[in-house]
């Protein structure tokens, strides 16, 4: 196994690093690292992998990760790469995003043995504090001139729509605040986050020098763009979730499965944990054959595995050959509607599935046809089918027709659908 730091080089995972001598820090021996995450949904999204594979790589590497969600941080909102400030959570809220959050971050840590993973939250000292107490015990230690020059700080004030609250500039001392506790709890000396988390990262570092005597690490990962210049992790119906309810894994496979081939080889080495040799084998493959889409695939398989599990990775795949003409059986309802969202579709009456019905009468009141007669003749000459089977031309529909509890899906050609639903 090479050195972390050249681990994370080579995977384009390292952007700034507070100390040159950190790789060698990181080697001589085992180090406590955390990184923050937000609580402002139930559920983290891809943006929020980096920092969380970043933990996963140190833990690899001998180190121990904490996991610090932002129940107290959260109340405020970081300021940072935000153009205006954010809606405040009330507690109910809060406290449902952080159990939620929670659940998720267990899937990709080891928490067990000495070294195991810490999960934490920071309202467990942050809400303890005075604000007397604090004024008097963190805010001495920073200057008004300093803060104002951060860039989040300085873009918002130079905004006269928006501005900037004094409850968001204090941000920073807070987040400082979580590493001066770390430290003092934990013997934590190393927090790693997305490259607009540096100032923040600064702060603590220079606080514990203070409070401390003693010396403290940042690193930062790059924030993801596409190679277009355009934000990575949206799409035309939203953010790509880390829930399966907010995103299925079907759209989650179909997320990295459609991205583009100047950003797979990136992707590949960022957001895996494939060897060099496979990926670059990958890489090579790609441009040799690009149209085979091998790294492609390749990538949605690992990601998909590594957020939502191996069962749920292989009914994707089942999902999106369906799309292509490929075997129904075994995809549920939810699966089938996520599949075909976007196709025409049509309810029925249950009852017409014990009432002799023939395929194309149906087909035709449902508009797939404008006549029997175009609908006969597009199944004699083998053009329709249900469930990706052919459909015969005296067929009638029964519950053997559904390939799901409530569901059939019709085919005219090669990819015009629709769905019936049997309700």
Not at 152 to 169: C, K, Y
Request: aromatic share 8%.
């Amino acid at each position: 196994m090479q050195p972390l730091i050249d681990e994370l080089k080579w995977r384009g995972l390292l952007h700034q690093c507070t100390h040159d001598d950190l790789g060698d820090v990181l080697e001589k021996e085992s180090q406590t690292v955390y990184a923050g995450f937000d609580p402002t949904a139930d559920s983290l999204h891809i943006g929020s992998l980096l920092p969380i594979i970043g933990l996963m790589h140190f833990q690899r590497h001998g180190h121990r990760p904490i996991a610090l969600v932002g129940g107290g941080t959260g109340m405020i909102g970081d300021p940072s790469g935000k153009s205006e400030e954010r809606q405040l959570l009330d507690d109910d809220a809060l406290r449902a995003n952080v159990a939620g959050i929670r659940i998720q971050l267990e899937r990709f840590l080891d928490f067990d043995g000495d070294r195991g993973a810490l999960l934490l939250n920071n309202a467990d000292w942050l809400a303890q504090f005075t604000l007397v107490e604090f004024l008097r015990d963190i805010g001495k230690h920073f200057s008004v001139n300093a803060m104002l020059m951060k860039d989040s700080v300085r873009t918002r004030l130079e905004d006269r729509d928006h501005g900037i609250s004094f409850t968001e500039f204090s941000y920073s001392l807070l987040q400082a605040c979580d590493f001066l506790q770390l430290y003092r709890d934990q013997g934590c000396q190393v927090q790693i986050g997305g490259s607009d988390q540096w100032g923040n990262i600064v702060a603590g570092m220079d606080l514990i020098r203070r409070k401390e005597q003693a010396d403290a690490y940042g690193l930062t990962f790059p924030l993801v763009q596409k190679s277009d210049g355009t934000k990575f992790g949206k799409t035309e119906s939203g953010t790509i979730w880390l829930d399966a309810d907010r995103t299925s894994p079907y759209h989650f496979y179909q997320f990295w499965l459609n991205q583009s081939d100047a950003d797979v080889s990136r992707w590949l080495r960022a957001f895996t944990f494939l060897p060099r040799e496979k990926i670059e084998s990958l890489e090579q493959a790609l441009a040799d054959a690009p149209h085979e889409r091998v790294a492609h695939r390749k990538l949605a398989d690992e990601v998909t595995r590594m957020v939502h599990g191996d069962d749920a990775l292989q009914n994707a795949v089942r999902a999106s050959k369906a799309m292509f003409g490929g075997d129904l059986n075994g995809l549920d309802d939810a699966t089938l509607e996520d599949v075909f969202s976007e196709v025409p579709s049509s309810t029925r009456p249950r009852t017409e599935l014990k009432d002799g019905r023939t395929v194309v009468e149906v087909l035709v009141e449902c508009g797939v046809f404008k006549s029997k007669g175009e609908a006969r003749r597009m199944i004699d000459s083998g053009g329709v089918y249900l469930n990706n089977d052919r459909v015969a031309l005296d067929a009638t529909l029964t519950e053997s027709s559904l390939v799901s509890e409530h569901i059939a899906v019709v085919r005219k050609g090669k990819k015009n659908y629709h769905l019936l639903r049997f309700e």
